[in-house]
């Protein structure tokens, strides 16, 4: 079954280069809160934002003079995923982090999902149950045999969520908002029905 995903969810962070680890740290924090702010002024609930990934990395370059790696800075990366509810808030959302983070600002990449797809997997069941029935029968019938009840039944159901990377800079004022189509997705459940034979 096919149904509108109902919720977006957003891969973003912030990544700072400095000379050194506290500089980085600061300058990852600043940019960090004023995301933070962005999504929650925008209706993100803070139980819908969580941080997925915290770094501090060394840099380095090789110098061929003294032939030995030379720190050259320290880089702090902060990643987090934000579930948004309203789809329709999607672009204004994405353009008002990227405004906030700056040319610190990563947008990794955007996921469709439903949040409640229970009411599909049911629907679905009943098209799966129906298809195997259908097929079952006229192999029966193919073979001059009449169909018995089912003897073993086993699902397996997928959802995978829509995702397409995203690479965003600062929108200039007055730019139109980036727009967000979370389109349809496919609900799928797969059942193995052994029937009986009369």
């Known amino acids: 079954v096919t149904a509108v995903p109902d919720i977006v969810t957003l891969r973003l962070g912030i990544q700072a280069q400095q000379l050194t680890v506290a500089d980085a740290q600061t300058q990852a924090a600043g940019a960090m809160d004023k995301v933070m702010t962005a999504l929650t002024s925008n209706g993100v609930a803070k139980k819908d934002i969580q941080t997925q990934n915290f770094n501090i990395t060394k840099l380095t370059r090789w110098d061929n003079t003294s032939q030995k790696e030379v720190i050259t800075g320290y880089q702090v990366t902060n990643t987090v995923t934000a579930k948004i509810r309203d789809t329709s808030k999607a672009g204004v959302i994405i353009d008002d982090v990227a405004v906030a983070g700056g040319d610190l600002t990563r947008i990794d990449g955007i996921d469709f999902s439903i949040d409640d797809p229970a009411a599909y997997y049911t629907e679905a069941r009943k098209l799966a149950m129906a298809d195997a029935k259908a097929k079952a029968t ?16 086993t699902e397996s ?42």
Do not use: C, N, R, W
């Open 138 to 153: 006229q192999l029966a019938d193919l073979a001059g045999v009449s169909l018995g009840k089912a003897t073993y039944i």
């Open 157 to 198: 159901s997928y959802s995978p969520p829509i995702a397409s990377p995203m690479a965003l800079e600062a929108k200039a004022a007055g730019a139109p908002s980036t727009p967000i189509s979370p389109g349809e997705t496919e609900i799928t459940t797969t059942v193995q029905v052994t029937f009986g034979i009369k």
